[in-house]
């Protein structure tokens, strides 16, 4: 009697190792974690809460992020928004290649003081034209005076900001 209950028990035991053992390849198949960063073949940031990719403006590990509602030929639904602008109550915000919202200012976008909505966002291709985000104009440097003048209507830079949802 004592001999055929250690056969239960051991192969109870054995069933658990194989049904985890089962789980755990599964897991390892689709490489994305339930709560974490996930970063896909195409270079797409993921950052998943419960298994669904979090959506809309967020944060995580104390950095901002922007996750996309829709799906579109740009960005899938949930990757987050990665080297563009975004406007937020009539605001633009920068995003870096990780997807984080930018706090400090860089070579080619400077930040309202005491702020981390954009005020200018400087052109690589020239050192005379800048877009400034408060006043919504495209703006050039007088060569004479040094000053720096707007040029036509208000406008956002449509090729540099992410409008999807």
Known sequence: MK???KKIVIAVICLMMVIASLSITANAKTKIPRNGKYIDSYGYIYIMKHG???TGW???HGKTYYGHKTKSACY???SVAQNTFRVRNNKMYCFNEKGEKITKSTKYVVLRKGRTSVHYIYLPA???ERYNAR????QYKD???GKWR???MQCYPYGLIDWQE
């Open 58 to 60: 967020f944060k995580y």
């Open 143 to 145: 060569r004479r005076t």
């Open 76 to 78: 899938p639904k949930g």
């Open 150 to 152: 707007d040029t036509g």
């Open 135 to 138: 006043r919504k104009r495209f």
């Open 126 to 128: 020239s050192h005379w």
């Open 3 to 5: 001999k055929s209950w």
């Open 52 to 54: 669904k990719p979090q």
